[in-house]
């Protein structure tokens, strides 16, 4: 019997949905955009978080300036508890996709370990 793994990608991303952390994250991102501060800023912060990405993928150096205004937006979310709460939501996820493919790799690390 053949398996078809993307049957069981396709039922891990329902099965995502319904846990606790999916749900918190759900919550906290609906308050922050409820505030219109809060969001503002956070779709600031991940505008500026994805342009530096993407200069340091393509190898390019950040300025000063560029690394000053990162400074500046960390240190206004550190005084926004929806945008901080948000953060921890989505650091609780990350934990369980680290998790999830630790176990989805396990297969491969055993078969360069013999």
Do not use: C, W
């Not at 039922?11 to 409820?34: C, D, G, N, P």
């Not at 901080?84 to 998790?99: A, G, T, Y």
């Amino acid at each position: 019997m053949a398996v078809n793994i993307y049957d069981t990608a396709n039922q891990m991303e329902q099965e995502i949905r319904q846990t606790s952390e999916y749900k918190s994250l759900q919550e906290a991102f609906a308050e922050v955009r409820k505030d219109e501060h809060a969001s503002a800023l956070y779709s600031k912060f991940q505008d500026v978080q994805s342009n530096l990405q993407q200069k340091q993928m393509n190898g390019e150096e950040l300025t000063e300036e560029e690394i000053k205004n990162v400074h500046e937006i960390a240190d206004q979310i550190e005084k926004v508890d929806l945008i901080k709460d948000l953060m921890d939501k989505e650091r609780n996820m990350n934990q369980l996709f680290s998790d999830v493919s630790q176990i989805i790799v396990k297969p491969i690390q055993e078969l360069y370990k013999n």
